[in-house]
């Protein structure tokens, strides 16, 4: 998993501006995933991309948007229309085929704050 | 969808006793259990996971069971140690459309001295 990057660390934002979560893989993985984490909620799947110009929404997609135009970066970005943006988000790949083709592995993780 | 249900939320236990962890699936179809160990601030790291042609895994101190027809899985750790110390999430998914995996909502282990 320390092929896995997230920057930043801590994001701090007004509300009502758009921002945009880094993520990137150097382990050559076909999947990628974007999950929300709050307390007490476990995580929940944003959006997630099976291939390069790929990707599908997830449980809780409203108010987010991600592109997949390189297979070594997911970025993802909370726009203004996400109402209650503040969480920490955590980035994860899979190898997507192959025996370990289930197995995810995360990033670091982004803890952003919207005040 | 998938529904993933997980007991305790918290769970207290004395260093060199036993920790179990439970969850429910609502879908027959998922095939693949991973358990995750998250500590404070940090990732969640795979700890261990099981295919649903397999009945039980152990590796070392933590094993896992799981029950397809009742649709059950469990965590098991034993002689804890204070580094065990973490929230515990399991999840499940189905394959297929991108191995989506959906999440409990937690244990936090407190393994105390």
């Known amino acids: 998993d320390g092929g896995i990057t997230q920057s930043p660390k801590y994001l701090f934002r007004k509300e009502g501006q758009n921002v945009t979560l880094s993520c990137e893989q150097n382990l050559n993985h076909d999947a990628m995933y974007w999950y929300r984490q709050d307390p007490g909620q476990g995580l929940r799947l944003i959006y997630y991309s099976q291939i390069v110009n790929d990707f599908q929404k997830g449980d809780i997609a409203e108010g987010y948007s991600v592109s997949r135009e390189k297979k070594e970066s997911f970025p993802l970005t909370v726009t203004s229309a996400q109402k209650n943006p503040t969480a920490f988000y955590l980035c994860?790949?899979?190898?997507?085929?192959?025996?370990?083709?289930?197995?995810?592995?995360f990033g670091p993780g982004t803890r952003l704050t919207v005040t | 969808g998938e529904n993933v249900e997980q007991h305790p939320s918290t769970l207290s236990v004395q260093e060199g006793d036993s920790a179990v962890i439970k969850c429910t699936y609502s879908d027959s179809a998922s095939n693949y259990f991973p358990w995750y160990k998250q500590e404070l601030g940090k990732r969640p790291q795979l700890i261990i996971d099981i295919r649903s042609n397999v009945g039980e895994k152990k590796d070392q101190r933590i094993a896992v069971t799981l029950n397809k027809t009742a649709k059950h899985f469990s965590l098991h750790i034993t002689e804890t140690q204070p580094e065990d110390s973490a929230v515990y999430f399991c999840?499940?998914?189905?394959?297929?459309?991108?191995?989506?995996?959906?999440f409990g909502t937690g244990t936090q282990l407190k393994v105390e001295l």
């Open positions: 999840a499940a998914s189905k394959g297929g459309g991108g191995n989506k995996l959906t």
């Open positions: 994860a790949s899979s190898p997507g085929t192959g025996r370990s083709s289930y197995e995810q592995y």
